[in-house]
């Protein structure tokens, strides 16, 4: 994560998956990418772009759960707010 004039925050995270098996094997590349702006204090604003790689993949989060997520590639917004650890009237 990288901050740029206390406000602003960028990141990325990168994974590669490598799935061996006997007769085809399966090479995944995923990017998300988070946008952050420090509104206030005890405000955040995110922009995510999640799986921007590829246009959708199945992950298993859980090993031992038979049915597999499917993750789209898609991108949302996130308001954070902590008002319970911030002093927001100075």
Same mark, same amino acid.
């Given at each position: 994560?990288?901050? #740029?004039?206390g406000?602003?925050?960028?990141? %990325? %995270? @990168?994974?590669? =998956?490598? =799935?061996?098996?006997?007769t !085809?094997c399966?090479? %995944?590349?995923?990017?998300? =990418?988070?946008l952050?702006? /420090? $509104?206030?204090?005890a405000l955040?604003? +995110? $922009? =995510?772009? *999640? +799986? !921007?790689?590829?246009?959708?993949? /199945? *992950?298993? @989060?859980?090993?031992?759960?038979?049915s597999?997520?499917?993750?789209?590639?898609? %991108? #949302?917004?996130?308001?954070?707010g902590?008002?319970?650890?911030? +002093? $927001?009237?100075?």
């Amino acid at each position: 994560m990288m901050k #740029y004039s206390g406000w602003h925050r960028f990141g %990325v %995270v @990168f994974r590669y =998956v490598d =799935v061996p098996c006997e007769t !085809l094997c399966l090479i %995944v590349y995923h990017m998300d =990418v988070r946008l952050g702006w /420090t $509104i206030m204090k005890a405000l955040e604003l +995110n $922009i =995510v772009g *999640q +799986n !921007l790689l590829s246009g959708q993949s /199945t *992950q298993n @989060f859980i090993p031992s759960s038979p049915s597999p997520r499917k993750i789209e590639r898609g %991108v #949302y917004g996130k308001l954070y707010g902590d008002f319970w650890n911030h +002093n $927001i009237s100075q």
